[in-house]
């Protein structure tokens, strides 16, 4: 099954990290909080730099 990425929104302290690493996934929503908004927007290796840099750990992989 593939895996898909997913935010935490309320631990997300909307530092734009992820936002700033792939642009192509990662959003703010209207309340200012990191979104997946293409979770194909960029390959995997991408996705997980910004989980990785994400400075609470609200970025997970989903099933
Ligand atoms: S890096 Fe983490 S805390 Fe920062 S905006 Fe993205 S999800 Fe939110």
Do not use: H
Not at 16 to 23: A, E, R, S, Y
Not at 41 to 55: N, S, Y
């Amino acid at each position: 099954m593939k895996q898909v990425p997913r935010v935490n929104k309320a631990e997300c302290i909307s530092c734009g990290v992820c936002i700033d690493t792939v642009p192509a996934v990662f959003r703010f929503d209207e309340e200012n909080k990191a979104e997946v908004y293409d979770p194909d927007g960029a390959d995997a290796a991408a996705i997980q730099e910004a989980m990785d840099l994400c400075p609470v750990a609200c970025i997970y992989w989903d099933e």
